[in-house]
Each structure stands twice: as C-alpha cells, then as structure tokens.
C-alpha cells in the first residue's frame, strides 16, 4: 500500500469515528490527532504569506528609502511617516516608501543588535539602496569619515538650502575641507528641539526630487510658522 492509500484508508477511519461524536469531541478528538498537521500548515500558510510579501515587495517602485536609528523617544515612527508621505507624494498602488527605525548602533559594543544594525546600514549603502539615514550627532561625526555623502549645500536647491542653512551641520572630509554633510532635525516636525537627530544624504541617490521634498516635508510646519 502506497503512502496515499494510507493517507485515504486513515482519514476514512477517522471520517467514522467522527460521525457519532457531539461538536465538542469532534472539536477535541481534531485537536488532539491532527495539532501536528495544523501547526505545520499553519507555518507554511505563514511562509506563503512572506513570500507573497516579499514577491509584491520587488514588484513596486522604491521611492525614497531611509533608515532611522537610536529613536529611543519613538520621535520617528516609520510605518507613520511613510503612510503620511506617502500621501504626501500621492503615490500609486505601484510604488512605495520604504523607511526603517529600529535600528540602534554603539560605537565599539559587540551586542549582537547593534552589529547587525551596522551591519544593515553598510549593507544597503554598499548596495546603493539607502538615500538617506538620521542617526545621533556622535554617529553623524563618526559616519561622515567613513559613508559617501552628499554635501547639502550643493545638493539642494537654493532656496531650500538657504531655508535651511541655520540646521546644516558642517564636519571636514577626508582632506580637512568643511562641507555641510548634514542637517539638524532640531526644530522639524518630528524633534521639535526634543534631540539632537541629524539627517544624512547618499552621494549615490538618483532619487533627488523626492529626497528634497522629504526634507521639504519634514520642515513645512516649521517654515509655516509666523
């Protein structure tokens, strides 16, 4: 007898011994001889899910892609941000906003999640996925040594860098000249000067129009203020 003539000669035995029982033994008597059958189509029903998710993931357009990290005061909820831009931006069902805040780093500690976090953001910067990344003032210093970054006076229109020219952060590259690598999120929509965050751009980004209508965004109720 093959496995399938098994598999059918055992559930027509089960099929009869369900019949005479009440609702609450057929309900136990399931429960009890089929919990390994479920929990294992539970986890593959759960894997088809991912999957799908991941598959409808590649299908959309990235808009604008940024990481958040050591928001201990949840001063930048990413799914909130990304639903409220996203309108924003009025984007279609085939495009998306991918934003990322739970993500914490340490200088020096060895604790698995502040090295996998490092590891994340050098991964996506290694693959010119992430356009930007707002992180404390002591990871802003130690990033400008070490990630290729945009200089924001040149990277900005005009009118928007001299808007913000009082938030721009000013740290020396590699050969000791001052750029501004940086903004202060101090007094933005999200901090309103409860910290002292600080946003980076990606030199790589092709995403230019929508990076500067993010920081646009992010000062708008500042700008709007008498």
């Not at 900005?156 to 590259?173: E, F, I, Q």
């Not at 001052?178 to 999200?190: C, M, P, Q």
């Amino acid at each position: 007898m093959n496995p399938f003539q098994k598999a059918k000669k055992s559930l027509s035995k089960d099929l009869a011994t369900l019949k005479p029982l009440s609702f609450s033994q057929k309900l136990r008597f399931i429960l009890d001889y089929y919990r390994g059958y479920a929990f294992i189509l539970f986890c593959l029903v759960l894997a088809g899910f991912y999957l799908w998710d991941v598959w409808m993931q590649t299908r959309r357009e990235t808009v604008l892609e940024g990481f958040f990290t050591n928001d201990e005061a949840n001063l930048f909820p990413a799914d909130q941000i990304s639903k409220e831009f996203s309108r924003v931006l009025n984007l279609s069902p085939g495009q998306q906003i991918v934003f990322d805040d739970s993500l914490y780093v340490q200088k020096g500690s060895s604790i698995d999640y502040h090295t996998a976090s490092q590891s994340k953001i050098v991964a996506y910067v290694s693959a010119r996925e992430l356009d930007f990344l707002v992180t404390t003032r002591e990871l802003t210093d130690y990033y400008s040594q070490s990630l290729p970054l945009c200089d924001l006076e040149k990277f900005l229109p005009p009118n928007l860098a001299g808007r913000l020219k009082d938030h721009l952060y000013y740290l020396p590259d590699s050969n000791g000249v001052t750029k501004a690598y940086a903004v202060s999120l101090e007094g933005s929509r999200f901090a309103k000067g409860e910290n002292s965050h600080y946003l980076m751009v990606f030199s790589y980004t092709q995403r230019r129009e929508a990076m500067i209508r993010f920081l646009e965004y992010a000062f708008e109720e500042e700008e709007a203020s008498p």
